[in-house]
């Protein structure tokens, strides 16, 4: 069985933010409302220091603690790993976002748009897709790798078939595919580059790995 993953190289994370924007262009998220963050980190003693940048999104856990606190089952695991929320199940409690170790989650609590006085025919689309009063988080795409694996596409391979933040991203920082099989290149490159994830020690068992700069 696939399990699907992402890998992020932080030596060339630029820190643009275009994962954030096209995120939200191609989801329709408004304002406020962000399924990708980069963080902005400094590290070493001045004068000698540096900055750099860490992308951040829902870590889709093999053990996902969101999972065990919601209590609609509006949070659900796929078998290929992952990690959704069903709008039409979900009661807004926000357990989930109180239990995620990577605050990953989002509450739409009103409905906002950029174009509030003169309108927009695409926004006022996309916002219906999104249901106030309910959680928001990454998906992967999913939609688009479950759309392009009908048409015999493979995930992280054809654009057609990966998340939008990794085809998008200027400095190619991003890498998306099968962290079961081996020989795929993002088990190659955490093989290689020796990848991490955050906080390991709550034993969540995130789905995303990081590339250390050195």
């Known amino acids: 069985m696939k399990r699907y993953g992402m890998v992020i190289d932080l030596k060339k994370c630029l820190g643009c933010q275009t994962c954030t924007i096209s995120c939200k262009l191609l989801h329709g998220l408004g304002p406020g409302i962000v399924r990708v963050r980069v963080m902005e980190e400094e ?5 000698d220091v540096e900055r750099f940048y860490i992308p951040v999104r829902c870590m889709h856990c093999d053990e996902p603690e969101c999972l065990k606190a919601c209590p609609t089952g509006a949070t659900k695991k796929r078998p290929d790993g992952i990690v959704t929320v069903d709008q039409d199940e979900c009661m807004g409690c926000r357990y989930c976002a109180v239990v995620c170790p990577y605050q990953a989650r989002t509450f739409l ?3 906002k748009r950029y174009f509030p006085e003169n309108g927009n025919i695409w926004e006022a689309k996309r916002c219906d897709e999104h249901q106030t ?8 795409c999913y939609k688009r790798i479950d759309d392009g694996l009908k048409k015999g596409l493979e995930p992280g391979k054809d654009p057609e078939a990966t998340p939008m933040c990794v085809i998008s991203c200027i400095g190619k920082a991003l ?15 955490i093989m290689q580059r020796k990848g991490f994830r955050l906080k390991e ?4 068992e995130p789905s995303i790995y990081f590339l250390p700069r050195r």
């Open 201 to 204: 020690e709550v034993g969540t």
């Open 175 to 189: 890498y998306f595919g099968d962290l079961s099989d081996p020989g795929s290149r993002v088990s190659g490159l």
């Open 109 to 111: 609590a009103v409905e």
């Open 43 to 47: 590290m070493g003693r001045f004068p």
């Open 133 to 140: 009063g309910t959680m928001e988080k990454c998906d992967f």
